[in-house]
T-cell receptor, first 117, second 112 residues
Framework: EAQVTQNPRYLITVTGKKLTVTCSQN?????MSWYRQDPGLGLRQIYY???????DKGDVPEGYKVSRKEKRNFPLILESPSPNQTSLYFC????????????????FGPGTRLTVL | SQKIEQNSEALNIQEGKTATLTCNYT??????LQWYRQDPGRGPVFLLL?????KEKRKERLKVTFDTTLKQSLFHITASQPADSATYLC???????????FGGGTRLMVKP
């Protein structure tokens, strides 16, 4: 089954304790991205990657890191989490259209609900 | 700056009626526009994509229009059902690189 998986689904942590949220897709998609969703602010893109070893900042990258060492995996790293990073996080993936720079339909993971105390 | 607006107020309609949701955008010239459905606590699910040279697209009970002059897309669900209750998001490519920017979504409630 084609899918995007995220782990963990729920996480409660404390300020400053490094954490990683994993994301994996089995559709051989070039493009992967991370979003956070907050009430009243909608979905905002954190980072995206157009292929292995190619990553770039989205709208709200501060406090986050990503890596893309393999095509299927795109982990989100919070080196020193703070309470304002409490949010619902989604990973997404898609093909890149032949035009190269335009993404196709995005497939979203189930979400990770993070609480930073 | 680029901006996408969807009605933040919930839309309440009776089962069987047609629901119409609006997506307006400014400072964009998107090559396409997408609509997604999101259920509470779940990731968005792609519904339809309409390109700039298409006026209308249909999929089962769904219909999307795209008016690049008005900078607006309308999303219609005909013969609505309580199972259609969800938040509907529009999304456009734009911004730096390959970013896909989402509107804030409109919550649809279909009452039996």
């Amino acid at each position: 089954e084609a899918q995007v998986t995220q782990n963990p689904r729920y996480l409660i942590t404390v300020t400053g304790k490094k954490l990683t949220v994993t994301c994996s897709q089995n559709m051989n998609h070039e493009y992967m991205s991370w979003y956070r969703q907050d009430p009243g602010l909608g979905l905002r893109q954190i980072y995206y990657s157009m292929n292995v070893e190619v990553t770039d900042k989205g709208d709200v990258p501060e406090g986050y890191k990503v890596s893309r060492k393999e095509k299927r995996n795109f982990p989100l790293i919070l080196e020193s989490p703070s309470p304002n990073q409490t949010s619902l996080y989604f990973c997404a993936s898609s093909l890149l259209l032949p035009q190269g720079w335009r993404t196709d339909t995005q497939y979203f993971g189930p979400g990770t609900r993070l609480t930073v105390l | 700056s680029q901006k996408i607006e969807q009605n933040s107020e919930a839309l309440n309609i009776q089962e069987g009626k047609t629901a119409t949701l609006t997506c307006n955008y400014t400072n964009y010239s998107p090559a396409y526009l997408q609509w997604y459905r999101q259920d509470p606590g779940r990731g968005p699910v792609f519904l339809l994509l309409i390109r700039e040279n298409e006026k209308e697209k249909r999929k089962e009970r769904l219909k999307v229009t795209f008016d690049t002059t008005l900078k607006q897309s309308l999303f219609h669900i005909t013969a609505s059902q309580p199972a259609d209750s969800a938040t509907y998001l529009c999304a456009l490519p734009g911004g730096a690189g390959n970013m896909l920017t989402f509107g804030g979504g409109t919550r649809l409630m279909v009452k039996p």
